[in-house]
């Protein structure tokens, strides 16, 4: 099986559907993305891109609400916070201070933009 997402004009997924390989294969039974997304474009209009569980393409597994970015051809999740940057190596937000690694957990202060250890 196959996932494609549904893109709209700004590049926003707005639904991961799962096609059948039957659907995104050649003659020869060769997968190739641009078959399944014709297939995809047939049966509901739109602009779709194929998506991976395991990352092997497009650096992370498309969902609803995330972003793609035809730049670094990767699904982008949604930013968490205004001060986290884009790492386009794996299209994933980072905090402007890496989290703490001493086996503490913490969450993220915006208004301090900084890590707060959570305490229970």
Same mark, same amino acid.
């Given at each position: 099986?196959?996932?494609?997402?549904?893109?709209?004009?700004?590049? +926003?997924?707005?639904? /991961?559907? @799962? @096609? %059948?390989?039957?659907?995104?294969?050649?003659?020869? !039974? /060769?997968?190739?993305?641009? #078959?399944?997304?014709?297939?995809?474009?047939?049966?509901?209009? !739109?602009?779709?891109?194929?998506? %991976?569980? =395991? !990352?092997?393409?497009? +650096? =992370?597994?498309? !969902? @609803?609400? $995330?972003?793609?970015?035809?730049? #670094?051809?990767?699904? &982008?999740? *949604?930013? *968490? $916070?205004?001060?986290?940057?884009? =790492?386009?190596?794996?299209?994933?937000?980072?905090?402007?201070?890496?989290? *703490?690694?001493?086996?503490?957990?913490?969450?993220? =202060?915006?208004?301090?933009?900084?890590? &707060?250890?959570?305490?229970?």
């Amino acid at each position: 099986m196959a996932h494609f997402a549904e893109i709209d004009q700004f590049g +926003k997924v707005k639904r /991961v559907i @799962v @096609v %059948s390989n039957a659907d995104t294969s050649d003659a020869s !039974g /060769v997968e190739k993305e641009h #078959i399944g997304a014709a297939f995809c474009e047939r049966l509901f209009g !739109g602009t779709w891109k194929q998506t %991976s569980y =395991n !990352g092997s393409f497009r +650096k =992370n597994y498309a !969902g @609803v609400g $995330y972003a793609y970015d035809a730049d #670094i051809d990767a699904f &982008v999740p *949604p930013k *968490p $916070y205004p001060s986290w940057t884009l =790492n386009t190596e794996t299209a994933q937000w980072q905090a402007p201070t890496p989290m *703490p690694t001493d086996g503490k957990r913490y969450s993220w =202060n915006e208004a301090t933009t900084a890590w &707060v250890e959570i305490t229970e």
